[in-house]
């Protein structure tokens, strides 16, 4: 089992902010196939303010590189991925047209 935490950030709107949570409250199936089908186990999302905190635990053999492209060829995903951006906006240091970005490990207890 693998363990990765990501961030993104959200727009700083009140009513932006409710609308991207309350999507989450009814996230569609096709999303959550695509998510299990890619060996995604677990996946919280925590916010404060507008900073958004992802924990994703995944089976060994789980690739973001074969989720991004099993994500391009998935119409679903596609449109989810779009609609989301109405509401994420890039870390100020995420590469072009990156979203949620991985962050690295600096202490365990």
């Known amino acids: 089992m ?4 990501l961030a993104v950030d959200l727009v700083n709107e ?3 902010i409710a609308e991207y949570e309350a999507w989450h409250q009814k996230v569609p199936a096709d999303i959550l196939d695509s998510i ?3 060996g995604i186990t677990n ?11 992802m924990i994703m635990e995944a089976t060994d053999d ?3 590189e074969a989720k991004a492209a099993a994500d391009l060829s998935n119409p679903k995903v596609q449109e989810w991925e779009q609609l989301m951006w ?19 490990k ?3 207890l």
């Open 43 to 53: 996946m919280e999302i925590y916010r404060v303010g507008d900073r958004m905190f």
């Open 36 to 38: 299990r089908n890619a």
């Open 86 to 104: 109405k509401f994420q906006a890039s870390l100020p240091f995420a590469k072009p047209g990156e979203k949620w970005v991985l962050m690295k």
């Open 14 to 16: 009140e009513g932006l």
């Open 62 to 64: 789980f690739s973001f």
């Open 106 to 108: 600096i202490f365990q």
């Open 2 to 5: 693998k363990k990765y935490c």
